[in-house]
């Protein structure tokens, strides 16, 4: 690993106390501030929110002062909707050359044997939030899934 990547990897790891506490309140409060009651169980069940959350932001049309907030509750929202489903946990990704390295990334997913699995919920969540309007979620958290079950099955 080159000293760039190293001093990337320390600072991300050094962040990663401060983001994952900062984003179990941030989801809870983001699910409530929409309407979705009770808020907090999304902390556990993650995918009974999903059809609620996609009805919610369907047809909301994204000012660009607002992008940001709502890139990282959707982040949020993806990360924990994987790691419930599998099994697996947040981490930062410290692997060299891998197309996640430095990120924060759901992955080490009991559900699978590849231990090297992992999804980038900042990634699924952009391409979510760039979504014209009807937006779906859905179809790109089914289409994430078959990407894991693809690399699943291969290995």
């Known amino acids: 690993m080159s000293f760039q990547e190293d001093a990337l990897i320390e600072s991300r790891k050094a ?26 169980t999304v902390l556990t069940q993650a995918d009974q929110y999903l059809p609620y959350l996609e009805l919610a932001l ?3 049309t994204v ?21 419930q489903k599998h099994g697996g946990c947040w981490y930062v990704n410290d692997i060299p050359g891998s ?17 090297n699995l992992m999804v980038d919920p900042a990634e699924v969540a952009q391409a979510y939030v760039d979504t014209a309007v009807p937006r779906q979620l859905s179809p790109l958290l089914s289409e994430v899934e078959a990407g894991l079950n693809a690399i699943a099955s291969s290995a």
Request: glycine share 10%.
């Open 63 to 83: 000012a660009e002062e607002d992008r940001s907030w709502l890139l990282t509750r959707m982040m949020y929202f993806i990360g924990e909707y994987f790691a």
């Open 99 to 115: 197309r996640f390295f430095g990120r924060y990334v759901v992955g080490k997913f009991a559900g699978f044997s590849n231990q």
């Open 15 to 40: 962040d990663f106390g401060q983001f994952y506490q900062e984003l179990l309140p941030a989801l809870v409060e983001f699910i409530d501030g929409i309407g979705i009651k009770p808020a907090h």
């Open 58 to 60: 369907r047809e909301m």
